[in-house]
């Protein structure tokens, strides 16, 4: 992507795109002024990635951050006997990478894609000056990385107080929220790592779900039925996220 292809479209009404034709979906990047995405756009590469393919590890140092632009991303607490749970789901909504925001070099988290997605890739240094550089994109960042540390802080509570089907449910439907498809292909091995709990309980927890109509999980993919009836079956969790992220939205005064 070169220097001089953000602005076409932007400004004109149709949807911004790089200079291979690629549709740029991420709200951050889509967002930006031209005069600021111009000065990102060099800086950015365009690329296709695998399900489950580590984006970074817990511990190393972050080389590059992810802007999701289809598809997504899971963030991992990994434990010291290797085990893992999920606690952030990172859409087109977003980007891997915040404690770059921070000025922090190493990540406390693995990163990984969830599903099959696409990016655009910035280099940490180029992603960190770009920050300097441009005040809407650092701000949009700064606010980005409060609402990661919203959900992350919401799904340890719903980690520790709520059932498991209640969970798989508020899961599914955030899952679906940045997916944009009723199928997602997903594992029940991938379900029970992402949940932190063991197989048989994610067996359990989609056969109550699915008895009540409101998915059908099949061998490598769950299908949502019935969306408003997940919502009811799901604990409080996801209506304090999604009400805490409205009014945010609503004090913007960008």
């Known amino acids: 992507m070169n220097e001089h292809s953000s ?21 951050i990047l889509r967002d930006l002024p031209s005069k600021e995405f111009d000065g990102l756009a060099s800086k950015l590469e365009f690329v296709r990635l695998q399900a489950h393919q580590v984006l970074h590890e817990a511990g190393d140092t972050i080389k590059s951050a992810y802007f999701c632009n289809s598809g997504m991303f899971s963030v991992l607490s990994i434990m010291p006997d290797g085990k893992s749970v999920e606690v952030r789901l990172v859409g087109k909504e977003g ?22 997605a696409t990016a655009f890739r910035i280099d940490a240094a180029h992603f960190r000056a770009a920050l300097r550089q441009s005040p809407k994109l650092e701000r949009q960042a700064q606010r980005y990385s409060q609402l990661a540390a919203l959900q992350v802080t919401q799904i340890a509570a719903c980690n520790r107080l709520h059932e498991v089907e ?52 099949t061998r490598g993919n769950t299908a949502i ?10 604990c409080d969790c996801y209506e304090q996220l999604q009400r805490q992220i409205r009014e945010w939205q609503s004090q913007n005064d960008d």
């Open 7 to 27: 602005s076409r479209g932007k400004d004109a009404g149709s949807p911004r795109r790089d200079d291979d034709g690629n549709h740029i979906h991420n709200e």
């Open 95 to 116: 980007f891997l990478g915040v404690p770059l925001v921070a000025g922090f070099r190493t990540s406390h988290t693995r990163g990984v894609v969830q599903v099959e």
């Open 166 to 217: 209640e969970r798989l449910a508020r899961w599914l439907l955030m899952t679906h929220d940045r997916f944009g498809s009723d199928r997602l292909p997903l594992t029940q091995d991938f379900l029970a790592q992402m949940l932190g709990t063991r197989r048989s309980t994610v067996t359990i927890a989609a056969g109550i779900l699915q008895k009540a109509g409101l998915i059908e999980h």
């Open 225 to 234: 039925l019935d969306r408003q009836g997940l919502e009811q079956a799901a």
